[in-house]
Structures are given as C-alpha cells and as structure tokens.
C-alpha cells in the first residue's frame, strides 16, 4: 500500500518534481502518482510493451517543428535525420513543413518510403560510397553535400541529369565542446577548409561539370551549440567565401546551409536563455540532458541569423542567399522517454547503491561514448519518501556500462518498478546496437491517449536469421 492510498489528500499536495526542460510538454502525474506523456502512463506502456522501451510523444515532435518555422519563416528547415530516422519521423517533419537530410542508402530507403519527396532530401555523409551515390542520383534527391575530390569524380560519372550539389565548408570555428562533436574546425574529417586549396579546387572541378550545379556552401560547427553567436560568426566567414567564389569565377552561389547542433532543450523565451561566450568553454555532450543545462534560444538565433547576413552581405555586396538549418537533435531528443524495469537494488557498504535496470549501453551507448549525463526518474508512483543516491547500472557485461550516477531515488525503491530517463529522442534508437546479442527495444508513439508501435522490437529470432553458417 502506497502513501497515496493511506492518504489521499497528499495527491493534491504533490509536486510535478519534472523538469519541463527535459520532458515532453505533455507530462503529468495522474491520480494514482503515476507518470503520464501523452496521456498515456508509463507503467501501463512497460507493462503493455516489455522493457527497455522507448517512448516518443508525437506532438512534441510536431510542435518542435512548428517553432522553428514560425522563427524562422523565410528559411528552409531541414531535419537531421540521423538522430531518429524512423518512417514516422520522416511522415511527421514532412506534414510540418521541414526537408529531411539522411547519410545512408538506409536512411534514404526509410525516407522514401516514408513518402518524404526525394526534391525535399539532402544527402549528407563524409565517406558515402558509388552505390550511395547511384542510389541518391537515381532517386532525383535534391542535392548532395560534397565532401571530397573523389564524391565529385564520381558524382560526375553517375549524374545523367543535372545534380545540384553544395560543398561542405569547414569555417574554423571552435565551439570547445567534446571532440567526438567538434565538426566546425578546420582539421577533421568533414569537408574542406574554408579559404584552402583544397576548397577552391573542388569548386572548380564542379563548376567545370556541365551535369553538376554548385548551388552553395554547407557547412555544420557541432553539437550541443547554445550560443546562438558562433552561428553569426559562420555566417561572416561563409559570405565572404560565397563573395570570394562570385569574384573569382562570376558565379552567385544562393544558398546557405549552416547545420544543426542546437541544444536539445530549446528555450523560446530570452530570458531563458543561456549562453557562453565564444571563445569560453561550453557544456559539451557532458551536460546536454538534464535540468539546468545550457539551451538553444531559437528566437534570439533567428535574430542574430538576421543580423549577421545583413551584415555579411552589407560588406560583401552579396545578394542575400537563402539559408537552411538542419536541427535534428533539437527536434526530437524532448520527445523521447526511455523506461527501463528495475531488476536488483545492491548496497555496497563504503560504496555505492547500485539500481541494475534491464537495459543499458546497447540502448543507450551516449554515456560511455560522450559522458553524457541523465535525470532519471521512477515512473510507476509519486515517491513521497526519503531518497537515496544511486547509480544507475546497465545489464551488459561491461564495468562502464552505467546509465546515470549520482541520481536520487527512492529510498524504497524494489525490483520491478519501472524508471523512466527523459530527453532520450535523438541518437539513442540510432545507435542502439546488439551488444550480448540483446536485441534493440520497441519504439512506442503515444498521442492524445493511445500508444502505437513505431517498430517493433527486435527477437532472438531476428538476430539468429543473419546466422547462416556453422
């Protein structure tokens, strides 16, 4: 028997304890203290549906789309579909006006058959092979980034009609985040550097392909950016490029593509803002999910996006370039619920309590690959107790396999409740992995109520099918 049922008046007293920073807009405790997102519980959703699941509110998704074209209403918005690409994904960014950019023949195939319109896809990808290449040519994408020589020999080879393409810039800005992340300075493997040989090369090999149209430059400065100034900066540095280009060939390049890597919990007000200056430290991938992280103010962006090309283009006498963003973390990471079954409670005396959940790295590889940090939360009942700090273990055969440490719980937590970690939308499904051959969970869509499968998890039986030898 609960707190709740030997005293009901408490429920009145509860408070939310969510950090709407890092949960779906739709979430509240329901009479019984049980978690609600969408209008669906949690616990029923784990029970319906095993564990790990992940969840993902499908009007949070839409609504994140909707702020970024009311911000930025003369801009193409471009969905970064490596941080969730799944069919419905794709069907819900489209209805709300966005393109989509995919790195894969897979992702290709998912948004198509999505019924995304391949005018409205940009490939990306820093090594995509002649197959992909064939592939993405064939279908009529839109343009393809390009990020080597050797992309523009072949991209030459396979085009039978004329390809528009841009050319992946690297403006040497640091945003002093992970490196794993730091895609915006000049030695890395993305695209060339900014003012280099190598770049006025590859604009020349294009510009003297009849079946390829250079249409502009591209260009992505990291993950995590919550500083909307290191955009402005970009902005600077690539019009005086695009200036460079119209000088030295006659050719008026007009578009303007500068990425994505805003901060998963995008603020809309100006005073929530919180930013860093441009040569400080920033958070990183360290500090990205939980309450009181740095965060991306989309309106105060779009005014230094303005700012910025006025000025550029002011000094340049360039004509304004049509400018796309591609946000894909900050679209979908909010949505995104993670539940996970408790399956042992172990106090070491001297040392820590570790919570062992039912999931862990190959649900979420983040915190081993880039430190980053959870909230975590019980999901099952309003806890009204004494709490304890806890560590938060996977189920893998692997010492770093931890989810979340130093996080505080229940003090009377059992096995068989069920936690929930926020803002896991982005970069979690898609790199999900097999690891002790442990199949990738279910994605779950709740909206207005009702939960649906998105897809569905993965068997012994699918993993075993790959098998084909002895």
């Known amino acids: 028997m609960t707190l709740l049922e030997i005293f009901p008046s408490l429920r009145s007293e509860m408070p939310s304890r969510l950090d709407s920073a890092v949960w779906p807009r739709d979430t509240r405790y329901d009479g019984e203290g049980r978690i609600m997102v969408g209008g669906v519980a949690l616990a ?11 969840v993902l509110d499908e009007q949070e998704v839409r609504s994140r789309c909707r702020a970024y074209r009311r911000a930025f209403p003369e801009a193409e918005i471009i969905y970064a579909g490596k941080a969730l690409m799944i069919r419905a994904v794709a069907e819900w960014v489209t209805q709300e006006g966005l393109s989509v950019d995919v790195c894969s023949a897979g992702e290709l195939a998912i948004a198509l058959s999505a019924g995304v319109d391949p005018e409205r896809i940009i490939l990306h990808g820093n090594g995509k092979s002649s197959d992909e290449l064939r592939t993405a040519v064939r ?35 640091d945003v002093h985040g992970h490196p794993a992340v730091r895609t915006g ?4 493997k993305f695209g060339f550097p900014l003012g280099s040989e190598l770049a006025d090369e590859a604009v020349e090999r294009i510009l003297r392909r009849s079946n390829l149209e250079l249409v502009g430059f591209h260009c992505h400065l990291g993950s995590q950016i919550y500083n909307p100034d290191f955009y402005g900066e970009a902005i600077r540095r690539m019009i005086g490029e695009m200036a460079r280009v119209r000088q030295i060939h006659g050719r008026i390049l007009t578009e303007l593509d500068l990425g994505g890597g805003h901060a998963v919990a995008t603020s809309t007000r100006p005073d929530e803002v919180r930013r860093q200056p441009c040569a400080g430290p920033s958070a990183g991938e360290a500090a990205a999910y939980r309450g009181g992280d740095a965060e991306m103010n989309v309106q105060e962006l779009a ?20 400018v796309a963003l591609e946000p894909g973390r900050a679209i979908v990471a909010r949505a995104g619920v993670t539940l996970y079954r408790v399956l042992s409670v172990k106090h070491i005396e001297g040392g820590h309590t570790y919570v062992t959940v039912d999931g862990g790295m190959s649900d979420n590889p983040r915190v081993a690959l880039y430190g980053a940090r959870y909230d975590v939360v019980l999901a099952n009942r309003h806890p009204c107790g004494p709490q304890m700090t806890a560590t938060v273990a996977g189920r893998h055969c692997e010492a770093g396999d931890v989810l979340a440490v130093d996080v505080q719980l229940p003090a009377d937590l059992r096995p068989g409740e069920i936690l929930a970690v926020p803002c896991t939308g982005a970069y979690h499904h898609s790199l999900a992995n097999t690891y002790n051959s442990i199949g990738r969970p279910p994605v779950v869509a709740v909206r207005d109520g009702r939960a649906r499968t998105l897809v569905r998890r993965e068997t012994v039986e699918d993993l075993m099918s790959r098998e084909v030898g002895v």
Do not use: N
């Open 139 to 173: 279908c009529g994408v839109g343009r393809i980034v390009v990020d080597s020589l050797t992309e523009i020999t072949l991209l030459s080879a396979l085009a039978t009609t004329r390809q528009r393409v841009l050319v992946r810039l690297s403006p040497g800005i």
């Open 185 to 188: 300075v000049t030695d890395q």
């Open 44 to 54: 029923d959703i784990a029970d319906e549906y095993g564990t790990a699941t992940y």
């Open 303 to 322: 005014e230094v996006l303005d700012d910025a090309l006025d000025a550029g283009c002011a000094r340049h006498h360039f004509p304004r370039p049509r």
